[in-house]
């Protein structure tokens, strides 16, 4: 495993204490099958020596390589997105922990694990991520955190813990926009994009889609609306002031949460930031709500309930940061949610429900296996259309449809 990682232990080097050295480092695969689709992702364990007194501790990391498969390259656009995830860890993260602290928030940026070292090659000089690309960071799971079954979803407590975390996290980057519009310039948008799907899957979902809604007898407006939306895709707009920086793959698996000793959800962390970019937060939450909160629990009220949770979480740390909140009302973020309702994530959810929702969907193989983008994300079973049915209903009861 990390004999193909040349001169690790130097990344690792500059955190260790004065004197101290690598002795030795052990390598595990850290996630499990469909865990993780962007990267390959190894536990290494560092095995330090104090030369002082001889005595040793254990530096627990996760690194994350280039994964290995022309196709996931190819999808997931390494060349731009590991790079872009190195900068959120190694710059944007320390630029906002430094700013939250110095507003007097103790806990500063807890909602991603620290950075211990990356690189983008070998050579010093270069900007182009090649195989020699290393991310290393803290191993979360160590220190007890856990990744919720996908099928399974988050229960009401965890969705609201999951959303009070998105919401330190977007409060955080929209209240440094805002405070200081320059430093946000310069440290934090080189590493923001718009991310685009590969559009193959565009035509292929829409496809399914129209097929599945007809058969369960929706209304032909309702067929056409849906379908157009599938077109739509994403509206490359930033509306402000809402805009702040997101993490736009909201899902059970970039999620680790630590629970209590008597179960109840205390702390969590987001994970994979490799297509974060520069939107209205609103995309997270209704990207997350719908993909990733369990189906038993899931009704109109909790919806309700969840985007209200979210806003007051949202609106309450911007005012610990200082920030005039009279923007920020609830009947505003009503229609930011419509908004990216419309411009983008239901053409997301659509998009994301097979490798959420589908046990054997693992790794990207699944799609290569069954004929490509084309048809791989159309084997959709029972529960996809179910969440499917769901998310239709709630789209047109909130008026997010705008059917014709």
């Known amino acids: 495993m990390t004999n193909k990682v040349e001169n690790l232990d130097e990344l ?65 656009n390494t060349p731009v997105t590991f790079r872009n995830e190195v900068g959120f860890y190694d710059i944007v ?40 690309a290393v991310l ?3 191993n979360a799971k160590k220190l007890g955190y856990v990744t919720v079954n996908k099928l399974a979803g988050f229960d009401f407590d965890g969705a609201k813990l999951i959303l009070a975390t998105l919401a330190k996290f977007h409060a955080a980057t929209l209240a440094f926009k805002l405070d200081e519009p320059k430093s946000f310039d310069d440290a934090v948008r ?18 399914q889609l ?14 056409r609306r849906a379908a157009d939306l599938m077109r739509k ?8 002031p809402w805009s702040a920086v997101i993490h736009y793959d909201c899902w059970v698996n970039n999620f680790l949460v630590k629970y209590a000793a008597d179960g109840r959800p205390e702390h969590a962390v987001l994970v994979d930031f490799q297509l974060i970019g520069y939107k209205s937060p609103a995309r997270d939450v209704v990207f997350f709500v719908f993909t990733s909160v369990a189906s038993d629990v899931l009704t109109r009220n909790v919806v309700d309930s969840l985007f209200a ?44 429900l097979p490798p959420i929702l589908e046990k054997d969907f693992v790794d990207l193989s ?35 449809f705008d059917e014709n």
């Open 93 to 132: 993260v320390k630029k906002l922990h430094a700013y939250l602290l110095e507003k007097g928030v103790e806990d500063g940026a807890n909602f991603a694990v620290k950075s211990y070292g990356s690189r983008l090659s070998l050579d010093p000089d270069s900007r182009n991520v090649d195989d020699d």
């Open 136 to 138: 290393v960071l803290e």
């Open 233 to 240: 895709r994403s509206d490359p707009s930033s509306p402000e």
């Open 366 to 400: 699944y799609i290569e296996e069954r004929g490509g983008a084309d048809d791989a994300r159309c084997l959709w079973n029972d529960a996809h259309k179910r969440r499917l049915r769901f998310v239709v209903d709630e789209f047109r009861s909130r008026g997010w």
């Open 190 to 207: 080189p590493y923001l994009w718009d991310f685009q799907e590969d559009p193959r899957y565009e035509v292929a979902v829409a496809r």
């Open 12 to 76: 690792i080097i500059r955190y260790l204490d004065l004197g101290e050295k690598i002795v030795s480092h052990e390598a595990a695969p850290l996630t499990k099958p469909g865990e993780n689709f962007g990267s390959e992702i190894l536990s290494v364990d560092f095995t330090v020596e104090n030369p002082t007194d001889g005595s040793r501790r254990i530096l627990s990391t996760v690194i994350k390589l280039v994964p290995d498969g022309e196709y996931a390259r190819q999808m997931f």
């Open 210 to 223: 129209t097929k599945f809604l007809t058969e369960q007898n929706y209304p032909d407006g309702v067929v």
């Open 309 to 352: 949770h979210y806003h007051e979480c949202l609106v309450d740390r911007l005012e610990l940061l200082g920030i005039d909140t009279s923007k920020f009302s609830f009947e505003d973020f009503r229609e930011e949610l419509k908004r990216a309702a419309l411009d983008s994530e239901f053409y997301h959810i659509a998009l994301m």
